[in-house]
């Protein structure tokens, strides 16, 4: 089993940047491919980027441009930078693990707040 911790989140103005890490337990989560979530209030919660074992990255459009996912697969760390934030950026963001023998995990996610 996995356990994921978040951190990194808090208040920042519009136009600002903030490094969201999850670090996780075990030893195989280079063998993961690692997404980060987001959900506002009243909002289904929705993929923002993810990344492959081999380190490919796909993103949400509406951060294509300003976010960045990354992996230290030594550290057991992925990381998401997210750069010129946005007032509609504001949601819990949830690291997420996936392996199709391993599992699935979530964290228990970190509060993100971008003031106007």
């Known amino acids: 089993q996995v356990q994921l911790v978040e951190s990194g989140g808090g208040l920042v103005q519009a136009g600002g940047s903030l490094r969201l890490s999850c670090a996780a337990s075990?030893?195989?989560?280079?063998?993961?491919?690692m997404d980060w979530y987001r959900q506002a209030p009243g909002k289904q919660r929705d993929v923002v980027a993810t990344?492959?074992?081999?380190?490919?990255?796909n993103y949400a459009d509406d951060v294509k441009g300003r976010f960045t996912i990354s992996r230290d697969n030594a550290k057991n760390t992925v990381y998401l930078q997210m750069n010129s934030l946005k007032p509609d950026d504001t949601a819990v963001y949830y690291c997420?693990?996936?392996?199709?023998?391993?599992?699935?995990?979530w964290g228990q996610g970190t509060q993100v707040t971008v003031s106007a």
């Open positions: 997420y693990a996936a392996h199709w023998r391993f599992g699935n995990y």
């Open positions: 075990g030893s195989t989560f280079s063998m993961y491919t």
């Open positions: 990344i492959s074992p081999a380190s490919t990255t």
